[in-house]
């Protein structure tokens, strides 16, 4: 696609993947590759509406050792302020110079990440089962304003299934990081590990960063973490991000937090034909997940 004739909320494929007009540049993302990377880097990758905002707060809270008050959050800074997006436009020329540790997240697929990442640095991966995945994208696609407003719930499934969103396919994000955990220092942990309990995983991610906290600095970063918390919390809800980005009338970026939302969603054929499509994708893949809040409970 020519770039000139592209308006907002236009999807531009781009090697393969899909980015969105006027929030991503081509040119700069294809930079992101050969950046140099330094031992202390944290990138969280993720697909979409699978936990990024969560994975800032507790990466912002380990820093902080669970004192919420020091995140600079106070001067209305928002969690993806803090840690931002590599691949949003302008973004990649502040990583070059900013002090360590550098933590960023991304919705990138791997062949745009930094070569380096294989050397040194660390990667945290979460994944989130796809219906939930594709339930809290229907809805961010009201409340984002560089995305498109979706026809209606049907039509959005489609586009889903067919990876013609932002972020490309489901699958085929998920199975090229999953498959590649082992060619870096990665943690890969599923959203739903997080909800069944939180505290191990914030240990597990401590521990993975090599942070050092008590018992109640650990204690804190899980309780300023939980949804019913961090909904409380404008910056971690997104609240002051301006009206032209997001349609606050239109609901709030913490949505439900939890598992198994889609059963409100899908009808009886729709889930038919996504359980065929996953078994078609997913098929030899050694990945489970939970569909649903009672499996975990
Ligand atoms: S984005 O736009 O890609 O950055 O979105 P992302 O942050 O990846 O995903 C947003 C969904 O994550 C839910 N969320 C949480 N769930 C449980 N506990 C906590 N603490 C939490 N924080 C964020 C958020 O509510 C969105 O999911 P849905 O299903 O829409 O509620």
Known sequence: MDLNDAKTHELVTHRGFKLIHGTHDPDDVD??????????????VTYPKSGTIWMQQILLLLEAKGDLTTINH??????????????VNGNRQMFITAPSPRLRVTHLQL????????????????????????????????????LETPKDFNDFFEKFIRGDVFGGSWFEHVKTWYSHKNDMDMLFITYEEMIKDLQ??????????????????????????????????????????PGDLLSHHQGTFMRKGTVGDW??????????????????????????????????N
């Open 111 to 146: 062949h745009f990440m930094p070569s380096a990442l294989s050397q040194k640095g660390k990667v945290i991966y979460v994944a989130r089962n796809p219906k939930d995945v594709l339930v809290s994208y229907f809805y961010f696609h009201k409340l984002a304003n560089m």
């Open 74 to 87: 106070l001067n209305n800074h928002s969690n993806a302020d803090l840690i931002p997006w590599i691949e």
């Open 31 to 44: 930079q992101i590759y050969n950046l140099e990377i330094r031992d202390s880097d944290v990138f969280v």
């Open 200 to 241: 191990s995983a914030v240990e597990r991610i401590s521990l993975f960063l090599g942070k050092e906290l008590t018992d109640e600095q650990l204690a804190n970063v899980v309780k300023h973490s939980t949804f019913n918390n961090m909904k409380k919390i404008p910056q971690a809800n997104y609240e002051q991000v």
């Open 263 to 296: 059963k409100n969603h899908f009808t009886a054929a729709q889930n038919e034909r996504f359980d065929k499509v996953f078994h078609r994708e997913m098929e030899n893949f050694p990945l489970a997940f939970n569909w649903d809040i009672m499996d975990i």
